[in-house]
């Protein structure tokens, strides 16, 4: 049975694969989120809707450090993500849950797995497709961490805007923990007029003719648009928020 992390530099966790219900992303409303000036968030009312869970990928590592900012100066457009955790029986908020993120930099490398990210070099000649197995290849931890609900059910992570490698759309990896067991394992996306305006800026615009979007993505094609974030212009980047609603058990 997994157990709830209780360090506060690591986190205790299994591997949960793609499952069949069980989890609900709560939809925000046209009002959306009102953000406070001390960072919070308030909800609106908000209705939630059945979705699909998604694979966790190939770069999932355990034992990644609660902290908010998980930047560690990898260079890229600023991203506060404001993720809020809802009982999805009835939309109130879980305080104590513990939301893991990671994803690639604007290389479109992934910590722990540096040389074998999909986003690095293409294989050479005769050899088999880019991307990572199931064992790191390297003890870098940037854009990787967690964080604890709080009383609102939310977390806070200050990051950059994803970069993108081959075969894949724009996206986050999120998984959620409540009372020992990991209930939800999905990702999180990004509309991609807004992904072209960042892309065509520094250091995006090193990368350019990325080759999938949203609508060539098969994983985005189940269930991505209930998993795409709400995204608003703040002075540095931009904040990123949506609620995800879980069943406990």
Not at 22 to 28: E, K, P, R, T, V
Not at 49 to 62: K, S
Not at 80 to 108: F, N, Q, Y
Not at 114 to 131: C, D, E, Q, T
Request: with cysteine.
């Amino acid at each position: 049975m997994t157990r709830e992390p209780t360090s506060d530099t690591a986190l205790t966790r299994r591997h949960a694969l793609t499952r069949l219900g069980g989890i609900l992303a709560a939809a925000l409303t046209s009002a959306g989120w009102k953000l406070s000036r001390s960072g919070t968030a308030s909800a609106s009312p908000v209705a939630c809707l059945l979705a699909t869970e998604q694979t966790q990928g190939p770069y999932y590592i355990p034992h990644e450090k609660i902290r908010r900012d998980i930047t560690e100066h990898r260079p890229g457009t600023p991203l506060a993500l404001r993720l809020r955790v809802v009982d999805a029986s009835s939309c109130r908020p879980i305080k104590g849950a513990t939301v893991e993120v990671w994803h690639c930099d604007a290389g479109g490398l992934y910590s722990g797995f540096v040389g074998a990210s999909a986003g690095g070099p293409p294989p050479p000649a005769g050899g088999g497709p880019g991307g990572g197995g199931s064992q790191p290849t390297d003890k870098k931890t940037f854009l990787r961490g967690g964080q604890r609900s709080d009383a609102t059910g939310v977390v806070v992570f200050d990051t950059i805007y994803p970069g993108w490698y081959r075969g894949r759309t724009v996206h986050i990896h999120v998984k959620v923990h409540v009372g020992g067991s990991v209930v939800h394992t999905g990702q999180l996306y990004f509309p991609d007029s807004l992904t072209d305006t960042v892309y065509a800026k520094a250091p995006y615009d090193k990368r350019p003719n990325r080759d999938t979007r949203n609508a060539t993505d098969g994983i985005y094609a189940a269930g991505g648009a209930a998993s795409t974030l709400r995204l608003a212009r703040r002075t540095a980047g931009y904040v990123g928020t949506i609620t995800m609603g879980v069943r406990r058990s």
